[in-house]
């Protein structure tokens, strides 16, 4: 069963870095085919995919998100994680981990988790 789950802080300040990290069980990070993905839903709007880090390590990034967001990982522990830089409320959302297999799209998904930009 693979398994993931969010973590990081629920509140952020405005300008500071969100930093959130995703903790797979189940499946290996580094495992060939899969695209481990950042997803945001700011309240009241719909999905927006933010980025991902394929299994070779190379990562793809939102055009409107570029010059603020990185997706990096620690393959020994089987996590990735995401920093989006000078935040602002827009950033506020539910923030979700997914695992994306390109073929036949987004099979496992993390619970969310909520963080706020507010001063």
């Known amino acids: 069963q693979v398994q993931l789950q969010e973590s990081g802080p629920g509140l952020v300040k405005p300008s500071q870095t969100l930093s959130l990290t995703c903790t797979v069980s189940?499946?290996?990070?580094?495992?060939?085919?899969?695209?481990w993905t950042w997803i945001r839903q700011p309240p009241g709007k719909g999905l927006e995919w933010m980025g991902a880090?394929?299994?070779?390590?190379?990562?793809y990034y939102s055009p409107s998100l570029m010059s603020r967001i990185s997706i990096s990982r620690d393959t020994s522990k089987n996590q990735f994680t995401l920093q989006l830089s000078s935040v602002t409320p827009e950033d506020t959302a539910v923030y979700y981990c997914?695992?994306?297999?390109?073929?036949?799209?987004?099979?496992?998904w993390g619970q969310g988790t909520q963080v706020t930009v507010s001063s």
């Open positions: 880090i394929y299994s070779s390590g190379s990562t």
């Open positions: 189940g499946a290996s990070i580094v495992a060939n085919y899969y695209y």
């Open positions: 997914a695992r994306d297999t390109m073929l036949l799209g987004f099979d496992y």
